[in-house]
């Protein structure tokens, strides 16, 4: 079936300028993560969204960043107000449950100018 | 748990040749082991996962063996092949959560030809 996609795979944008990242987990899937990788680095867990419940946003660096998981399925990452430290590989994962196994999406690389 | 420690961070072996990859992790009751492998410019897959109720799982040329005690985990490639070269991750549940990974800071494994 479907493995996760995102979309887009490239983004540049120039600093102040606001991002919407946007991912589609396999279809089924309950838990949906969000992931920041910087070049050369481990995975920076961002969020995690679980059925209907409250997301956890522990992980999320700072108040220009928030997302949103609209029926329980598509899910959008937004930057606002990029700066260039916000330069990354923003990466989502899929899994049927908590601590299943995790789908990962190819990744949207964003670059702030 | 909070802190994963991955070592080594590089790994050179010709082809035919073991490789093993080393992870250590500070909460005891951590109890899902998984490990991931990225290629260059890919997502990472999850290639072999260990629960804490066995010491050791195989999958044909991996395993991955679990010390509870020391609490410590390892990645074993035999017989490597050129394309077996990538970044491999360790990841190792937060503690007091069953959801969210941290990950180790990943080991770039090369099998000379």
């Known amino acids: 079936g479907a493995g996760v996609s995102q979309s887009p795979s490239n983004k540049v944008t120039e600093k102040g300028k606001d991002v919407e990242l946007r991912c589609d987990p396999i279809?089924?899937?309950?838990?949906l993560y969000w992931y920041r990788q910087s070049l050369g680095q481990g995975l920076e867990f961002l969020i995690y969204?679980?059925?209907?419940?409250?997301?956890?946003k522990s992980g999320l660096p700072s108040d220009r960043f928030s997302a949103e998981r609209t029926g329980g399925s598509v899910s959008t990452l937004t930057i606002q107000r990029t700066q260039q430290e916000d330069s990354a590989v923003y990466l989502c994962?899929?899994?049927?449950?908590?601590?299943?196994?995790?789908?990962f999406g190819p990744g949207t690389r964003l670059t702030v100018l | 748990g909070e802190n994963v420690e991955q070592h080594p961070s590089t790994l050179s072996v010709q082809e035919g040749d073991s490789a093993v990859i080393k992870c250590t992790y500070s909460?005891?009751?951590?109890?899902?082991f998984p490990w991931y492998k990225q290629e260059l410019g890919k997502r990472p897959q999850l290639i072999i996962d260990?629960?804490?109720?066995?010491g050791e799982k195989k999958d044909q040329r991996i395993a991955v063996t679990l010390n509870k005690t020391a609490k410590h985990f390892s990645l074993h490639i035999t017989e490597t092949q050129p394309e077996d070269s990538a970044v491999y991750f360790c990841?190792?549940?937060?503690?007091?959560?069953?959801?969210?990974?941290?990950f180790g800071k990943g080991t770039l494994l090369t099998v000379n030809p």
């Open positions: 994962a899929s899994s049927l449950g908590p601590i299943d196994t995790q789908y």
């Open positions: 279809s089924g899937h309950t838990a």
């Open positions: 969204f679980q059925g209907n419940s409250a997301p956890d």
């Open positions: 909460d005891s009751a951590s109890n899902y």
């Open positions: 260990i629960r804490s109720n066995v």
């Open positions: 990841a190792a549940p937060r503690i007091g959560s069953n959801y969210k990974l941290t």
